[in-house]
């Protein structure tokens, strides 16, 4: 049974000007891909993480007028909604595919995860891979490579989610949109599964 893969026409959906336009080609062509990369992964997730993790494609129901910038499946241990939990999740800019864990400003648990990472700031540091990267707002493509971040720059973000009402913490891998590997469907789960299991840690500390 073929994988799905990501293409560059898949990409280029962001591209499409207008609510409606978008939407109708998110929903034809990309959605049906993250639906079956979720039911795919989750069997792993829920391995690694101890509890059923359940997918959630993003639907973007609140939207009226602007069109999405990005969208994306995510994994939570709950049926009704993966937002207030930490969670995982693959999705999908016009530059990029990431593979992320992630605490969110809905989640009562950032306090929690804000300090077992005061906490473990020097096992966080040296047991995430360089190549990874971190971003404080789920709804801007900027990040910070963890390769740039010290003790002193994670404590900042562990500050920030203890103190400023709307701060998160996103940290994993992303892939340039002209990444072979997204061509390839075996290769694209097999990096999401290594991704996962090199985010487990963090995932923990949220509880």
Not at 190 to 202: I, K, Y
Request: net charge neutral; with cysteine; aromatic share 8%.
């Amino acid at each position: 049974m073929s994988k799905p893969i990501i293409t560059e026409a898949d990409f280029d959906v962001f591209q499409i000007p207008g609510l409606e336009a978008r939407m109708q080609a998110l929903i034809g062509q990309v959605r049906p891909k993250l639906e079956e990369l979720g039911g795919l992964l989750a069997p792993t997730l829920t391995g690694l993480c101890g509890h059923e993790m359940i997918p959630h494609v993003a639907r973007h129901a609140r939207r009226t007028v602007n069109p999405p910038a990005d969208t994306w499946v995510a994994w939570a241990n709950s049926k009704r909604g993966y937002k207030a939990l930490p969670h995982f999740q693959l999705g999908l800019w016009s530059t990029h595919l990431f593979i992320q864990f992630a605490v969110i400003y809905e989640s009562p648990n950032k306090e929690v995860f804000a300090d077992h990472l005061l906490r473990q700031l020097d096992d966080v540091k040296t047991s995430i891979p360089s190549g990874f990267f971190w971003s404080v707002d789920h709804t801007q493509p900027e990040v910070t490579p963890h390769a740039e971040l010290d003790e002193q720059g994670l404590s900042r973000i562990a500050e920030r989610l203890k103190q400023v009402k709307k701060a998160e913490a996103l940290c994993g891998l992303r892939l340039d949109r002209q990444d072979p590997l997204l061509r390839d469907g075996d290769a694209l789960l097999r990096t999401a599964e290594e991704t996962f299991t090199r985010l487990l840690s963090l995932y923990r500390m949220a509880f």
